[in-house]
């Protein structure tokens, strides 16, 4: 089982990669299931409209931390 985490703020300067990683048809898990990553996001720099599209693709979301 491989864990595919990030850490920080999505915005329009890490989007692109998370889209071309993730909706790459011919990777899969060994069940078949599409690639899924969990995203540490922090408050600073983050674009929530981002946020929200990936948690609607299957995505998990965990506060990174408010300071």
Same mark, same amino acid.
């Given at each position: 089982? *491989?864990?595919?985490? =990030?850490?920080?703020?999505?915005?329009?300067?890490?989007?692109? =990669?998370? #889209?071309?990683? =993730?909706?790459?048809?011919?990777? =899969?898990?060994?069940?078949?299931?599409?690639?899924?990553?969990?995203?540490? *996001?922090?408050? #600073?720099?983050?674009?929530?409209?981002?946020?929200?599209?990936?948690? %609607?693709?299957?995505? #998990?979301? %965990?506060?990174?931390?408010?300071?």
């Amino acid at each position: 089982m *491989v864990l595919i985490t =990030f850490d920080d703020a999505i915005s329009i300067l890490n989007i692109d =990669f998370y #889209e071309e990683l =993730f909706n790459n048809q011919s990777r =899969f898990n060994p069940n078949g299931c599409l690639l899924r990553g969990t995203f540490y *996001v922090s408050h #600073e720099w983050t674009n929530y409209g981002m946020v929200q599209d990936l948690y %609607a693709d299957g995505h #998990e979301m %965990a506060s990174h931390s408010v300071s």
